[in-house]
């Protein structure tokens, strides 16, 4: 059984648009949550980082958990071409990390 | 700046040698991981270490190596005993360790290892 859940899409989207990307978690241990942004060739750099349940916002990114339903979820507002990348979400459960096998999306200008 | 640096950045391997890739950080982290990386598979840990001189073996170990000698480095060798090694492989690193240690990772920008 997978920690974490993810569509691994891809999706595509015109510039401007509002994104949607999520992922489903299997129990609801005292954890921690992250959204990585990965560019090709490259390694996944830290998007964001929360605990609680609600919204976590930084510029045009919103995270939101919602542990009554184990769901985390990112929001990118405004999207633009250097949004494309690929997303994987993670947790951390004591000292052990899972990380989603990644949601590719492209954003299209 | 501080960072993790992972070299080289590709990497051929010919059939029945060992090949090492290095991984360095400079953020005073205790924990160093590796991972690999396939398409649609995700990140799946080789080895992690979470203080000098130990390391504890992950979900697919078999083929590799590692060592510990210093906090800012842990290297990857990959062997001939490791029959698929082409993948990407990105080395991490986080604060601290044990029940109080929920820190996110940060990675290094990765090794491609291809098979010649």
């Known amino acids: 059984q997978k920690e974490v859940e993810q569509d691994p899409g891809p999706l595509s989207v015109p510039e401007g648009a509002i994104v949607s990307l999520n992922c489903t978690y299997s129990?609801?241990?005292?954890?921690?949550f992250m959204w990585y942004r990965q560019y090709s060739r490259k390694g996944p750099e830290l998007l964001m980082y929360?605990?609680?349940?609600g919204n976590k916002e930084d510029g045009r990114f919103t995270a939101q958990v919602d542990k009554s339903s184990k769901y985390i979820s990112l929001f990118i507002r405004d999207s633009q071409p250097s949004d494309s990348a690929t997303y994987l979400c993670a947790r951390i459960v004591g000292n052990q990390f899972y990380f989603g096998t990644g949601t590719s999306l492209t954003v299209i200008p | 700046d501080g960072g993790i640096t992972q070299s080289p950045k590709y990497l051929f391997r010919k059939e029945g040698q060992n090949v090492t890739l290095s991984c360095e950080q400079n953020?005073?982290?205790?924990?160093m991981y590796w991972y690999r990386q396939d398409p649609g598979q995700g990140l799946r840990l080789i080895y992690y270490?979470?203080?000098?001189?130990?390391?504890q073996k992950g979900d697919i170990a078999e083929g590799y190596s590692v060592s510990r000698e210093k906090k800012e480095s842990f290297p990857l060798t990959v062997t001939s005993a490791q029959k698929n090694p082409t993948a990407f492989y990105l080395c991490?690193?986080?604060?601290?360790?044990?029940?109080?240690?929920?820190?996110?990772?940060?990675f290094g920008d990765g090794t491609r290892l291809s098979i010649l």
């Open positions: 129990n609801s241990a005292f954890q921690y």
């Open positions: 991490a690193s986080s604060p601290r360790t044990g029940p109080l240690s929920n820190q996110p990772q940060h």
């Open positions: 270490s979470q203080i000098v001189n130990d390391f």
């Open positions: 953020l005073n982290h205790d924990a």
């Open positions: 929360t605990y609680s349940s």
